[in-house]
Every structure is written in C-alpha cells, then in structure tokens.
C-alpha cells in the first residue's frame, strides 16, 4: 500500500494523480479503467482541497492499494475538515439540460457510476472516503 500526506491543494493533485497512475500502471490496469480511476480521484480531491477546510490551509492523506483476487484498486481518502458525506446528496437529474439542473453534484455522481463501490464514514473527527474499481 501506498499512502501520501499533502497539503489539500490544486498544487498537490498531480502528485495524488501520479501516484494513483504509477500503482496501476505497476499491475496492468487497462487504459480505460485507469482513466475511471484518475477522473474519480481527481473528483475527490478536489472536492477535498475546495471545500473541506472551508477556504483555510489542511491536510489530507491518500491510501492507495492494488491487488487480491480478482484485482481492485482501492483508493481511501482522508481529510480533517467539515464532517460532509458527499454520497448523501441527491443525484442530479441528468435528463435535464445542462441550464435546467441545480450546479454541483455532478462529479459525485460520476464517481459513484464509474467505481464498483464507494464508501463514506465519519472517524475519529476525519472524513473517510473509500472508493473501490475492479481492474
């Protein structure tokens, strides 16, 4: 398992990313998987660097894991900020033009279509967020 402690920031992402890229790249992930995972976790941690810290410096720690059978990749995500399940807000109505729907929750709901699962939970005063991909 990988883990990385950052400074939750868009200057920080790309490390995120590369990590995340250079693990599944290590065990054969296929291109289009690696490109769910890469657009999830960016969705994520953005997420994280935005709105967490409420504008203030923090941090966030990245996990990342690939293996077992069948193979999945595992990236968790934690941050001290603003306790905030984003899994409970609702799905946008993607049926509606993009000037009839309410802004935001977009990227949520790609990241909960494109991974096999996604988890959130409150910890110890942290915000865990897990999402899991079959490679």
């Given at each position: 398992?990988?883990?990385?402690?950052?400074?939750?920031?868009?200057?920080?992402?790309?490390?995120?990313?590369?990590?995340?890229?250079?693990?599944?790249?290590?065990?054969?992930?296929?291109?289009?998987?690696?490109?769910?995972?890469?657009?999830?976790?960016?969705e994520i941690y953005v997420n994280i660097a935005h709105y967490a810290?409420?504008?203030?410096?923090?941090?966030?720690?990245?996990?990342?894991?690939?293996?077992?059978?069948?193979?999945?990749?595992?990236?968790?995500?934690?941050?001290?900020?603003?306790?905030?399940?984003?899994?409970?807000?609702?799905?946008?109505?993607?049926?509606?033009?993009?000037?009839?729907?309410?802004?935001?929750?977009?990227?949520?709901?790609?990241?909960?279509?494109?991974?096999?699962?996604?988890?959130?939970?409150?910890?110890?005063?942290?915000?865990?967020?897990?999402?899991i991909k079959k490679l």
């Amino acid at each position: 398992m990988k883990e990385l402690l950052l400074a939750a920031s868009d200057e920080t992402l790309y490390t995120v990313l590369d990590a995340i890229k250079d693990e599944l790249n290590k065990n054969g992930c296929p291109g289009d998987v690696q490109t769910q995972i890469l657009i999830s976790a960016e969705e994520i941690y953005v997420n994280i660097a935005h709105y967490a810290y409420g504008g203030k410096a923090g941090e966030a720690k990245v996990q990342i894991e690939v293996g077992g059978d069948p193979k999945t990749c595992k990236v968790v995500f934690y941050d001290r900020g603003m306790q905030y399940n984003p899994l409970e807000k609702e799905d946008p109505d993607t049926t509606l033009s993009a000037d009839e729907r309410q802004i935001g929750g977009l990227g949520v709901f790609m990241v909960k279509t494109m991974m096999d699962k996604v988890d959130y939970k409150y910890t110890d005063g942290q915000n865990i967020f897990t999402m899991i991909k079959k490679l």
